[in-house]
């Protein structure tokens, strides 16, 4: 199996896993709906696991009518109100989903989520919401996101990169019904704790590989030139090491080495348009100044929408 084809069930998986599920419970319990909001910048696998539980809740038929247990919504790009509701209605399979007026859809979400027994929201990428105009308009898409959720009365997650607070910190209404917070963070070798959770994710996908050498990472320091390259973020581990697998198998080896990862490094960055413009060291050489690829014009440079892949996360509680 190649390794951009397998789910590993890493330790930050699993946590946000049960988070999920324990707002899931609560709301099947008879309890008062529970919300949970789950943070993470691009690439770190937020869709891979919000639609891995979806899938472990598939609608079926029901006496009169379809039942979904979990809806996954995932918002498009510079929504507007009449899109969000549109998107809604089409996961929800109303056969019109973009037709009627902004009220009509909303009463027909709301009339769905009850025929349907729909006991988890899940909404990803709800940052496309400041995507799209200025204050007034994300002032207003918090309000019409708070007042669906209350409409609804189910458990909801809302799944979205670090600038998504900004959503929060404009609608204190909206703030207090995600009380609960959860980073889904990328790996590191900060600390012994993520060095070990880093090891065993790699061994687990080199177990998965063509490659023999599964403990090729065991060496710290080939793991921390790895982060470097990568700045932990699951979709680049993914892809390079893909990259490595083709490139190993051209060269009729089953041997990851430091000369495979340095060819795929330079291969993907010459196709990654997005980082080709910088200069992008290869941390697998030895002559590589041992740090972060956070300069200007390199790879992980800080966003300006998002910040630094490692350096949101105590920012979560705004």
């Keep these: 199996m190649s390794v951009d084809a397998y789910i590993v069930q890493h330790a930050n998986y699993k946590v946000a896993f049960d988070l999920i599920k324990s707002c899931h419970d609560a709301f099947k319990a008879g309890r008062k709906p529970k919300n949970l909001r789950l943070v993470g910048v691009s690439g770190v696998g937020k869709t891979t696991l919000l639609k891995a539980y979806r899938d472990l809740y598939l609608p079926h038929a029901g006496e009169d009518r379809t039942v979904i247990p979990v809806l996954y919504v995932p918002l498009p790009s510079r929504p507007s109100e009449s899109a969000m509701y549109g998107e809604f209605l089409f996961a929800l399979g109303d056969p019109f989903p973009y037709s009627g007026t902004v009220t009509e859809r909303r009463h027909r979400i709301i009339e769905f989520f009850k025929k349907c027994h729909v006991e988890l929201l899940i909404l990803d990428e709800i940052q496309h919401f400041l995507d799209r105009g200025k204050l007034k308009t994300h002032i207003a898409h918090a309000d019409s996101l708070k007042s669906l959720i209350d409409a609804i009365d189910c458990s909801v997650i809302l799944a979205g990169a670090p600038r998504s607070g900004e959503l929060f910190k404009i609608n204190t209404q909206l703030r207090s019904r995600f009380k609960s917070i959860t980073a889904f963070l990328p790996f590191s070798t900060f600390t012994q704790e993520s060095t ?123």
């Design 196 to 318: 070990h959770s880093f090891k065993k994710l790699m061994k687990a996908m080199l177990k998965n590989s063509v490659f023999e050498n599964i403990n090729f990472f065991d060496e710290n320091e080939s793991l921390q030139r790895f982060f470097y390259a990568t700045d932990g973020i699951l979709r680049n581990i993914s892809d390079l090491l893909s990259i490595a697998e083709d490139i190993a198998k051209k060269e009729n080896s089953n041997v990851l080495s430091m000369w495979i990862l340095n060819a795929s490094f330079k291969s993907w960055i010459g196709v990654a348009s997005r980082f080709a413009k910088g200069v992008n060291p290869s941390p697998f050489l030895e002559s590589f100044e041992k740090r972060r690829l956070t300069l200007p014009g390199e790879l992980y440079e800080p966003s300006d929408l998002d910040g630094d892949n490692h350096g949101w996360k105590d920012g979560l509680n705004e």
